[in-house]
T-cell receptor, first 112, second 114 residues
């Protein structure tokens, strides 16, 4: 079993829809939770970053972390065609050094 | 400020050969991490260097190695290439390499092994 599980999709939604992307994980030591967006032929770029449990909002994006369930989510409101990309969840612990574990990524298509 | 650069962008090699990939981090960043990205496995952590020292290593065979120079530039080497090594190799730099520091990714090197 992988440490981080993420449905690869693809997920196709109409413009303006609310998108929900999710990941589950098994390592209870994870404390830092991130969402990256990766466009075709580009490297991932950081979208949202959350420490421990709770919610974080940034414009149309909301990240949620539920450590008791080992479950994290990213919500995109009023989705746009420009949101079409692969979204990767990522997490790390605080044992020192810098080792981030990524989910497989979910491909999202927003249709105009 | 220039981003993370990786060279070359594309490589084609044959089985058994070796390859060296290069990464130049953002100026001032001292941590460089390497990742392998494949459709089946996603993004997998290879190793992380900070001030020329390897601090973390993922679960890859010893054919995968790396180093970091005093100017923080990093190289990754794969020896005795196998077909399964075909992937996008990404490098990411971070200011201090501590958790909470944002990682900035380069565009990657696409390696094809024939």
């Amino acid at each position: 079993q992988k440490e981080v599980e993420q449905d690869p999709g693809p997920l196709s939604v109409p413009e303006g829809a609310i998108v929900s992307l999710n990941c589950t994980y098994s390592n209870s030591a994870f404390q830092y939770f991130m969402w990256y967006r990766q466009y075709s032929r580009k490297g991932p770029e950081l979208l949202m970053y959350t420490y421990s449990s709770g919610n974080k909002e940034d414009g149309r994006f909301t990240a949620q972390v539920d450590k008791s369930s080992k479950y994290i989510s990213l919500f995109i409101r009023d989705s746009q065609p420009s949101d079409s990309a692969t979204y990767l969840c990522a997490m790390s612990d605080d044992t020192g050094g810098f080792k981030t574990i990524f989910g497989a990524g979910t491909r999202l298509f927003v249709k105009a | 400020k220039a981003g993370v650069t990786q060279t070359p962008r594309y490589l084609i090699k044959t089985r058994g050969q070796q390859v060296t990939l290069s990464c130049s981090p953002i100026s001032g960043h001292r941590s460089v991490s390497w990742y392998q990205q494949t459709p089946g496995q996603g993004l997998q952590f290879l190793f992380e260097y900070f001030s020329e020292t390897q601090r973390n290593k993922g679960n890859f065979p010893g054919r995968f190695s790396g180093r970091q120079f005093s100017n923080s530039r990093s190289e990754m080497n794969v020896s005795t290439l196998e077909l399964g090594d075909s992937a996008l190799y990404l490098c990411a730099s971070s200011l201090r390499g501590t958790v909470g520091n944002e990682q900035f990714f380069g565009p990657g090197t696409r390696l094809t092994v024939l």
